[in-house]
């Protein structure tokens, strides 16, 4: 199975390698009792071989793929409790908002709406965070 990454990521972290090399370089280089010629050519290798791959990334294709969204349902209509929890006859997207009239045994795992995968973990969102939905919960 193919493993996706993000390359942004990758060539940033391999021109903090290269900027680390380059920090090594300069403080080896100029007037020194021992000779550290060695040393900062094997410094200018490793940065050179961070350089190639950094090209290599950059001109890889780019897989045919789209980010993940992940969101969570919100209940919006209360509808009594059961068994000491809260129930909901309806809610709500996180991501787009789209409704879902039902009890939670009827969600679905993604939204149909936007497609947004309904993995998000509690504590993350900011609809519950305003005070004009007390009845809003995550599930
Ligand atoms: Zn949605």
Not at 109 to 121: A, F, I, K, Q, T
Request: charge should be negative.
């Amino acid at each position: 199975m193919p493993k996706y990454i993000d390359a942004e990521a990758q060539i940033a972290m391999l021109r903090e390698k290269i900027k680390v090399c380059d920090d090594l370089i300069s403080r080896r280089d100029g007037p020194c009792y021992h000779d550290e010629s060695d040393k900062i050519d094997a410094l200018n290798d490793r940065a050179l071989a961070y350089e190639e791959a950094i090209t290599m990334l950059e001109s890889a294709p780019a897989a045919d793929v789209a980010e993940v969204v992940h969101g969570h349902w919100i209940g919006t209509v209360w509808d009594g409790y059961a068994g000491g929890n809260p129930v909901y006859g309806q809610f709500e997207c996180s991501v787009c908002g789209y409704e879902h009239a039902g009890e939670k045994g009827t969600l679905t795992d993604y939204c149909p709406e936007c497609g947004s995968r309904m993995d998000e973990p509690s504590g993350n969102s900011e609809h519950l965070d305003g005070k004009d939905e007390d009845n809003a919960n995550r599930i």
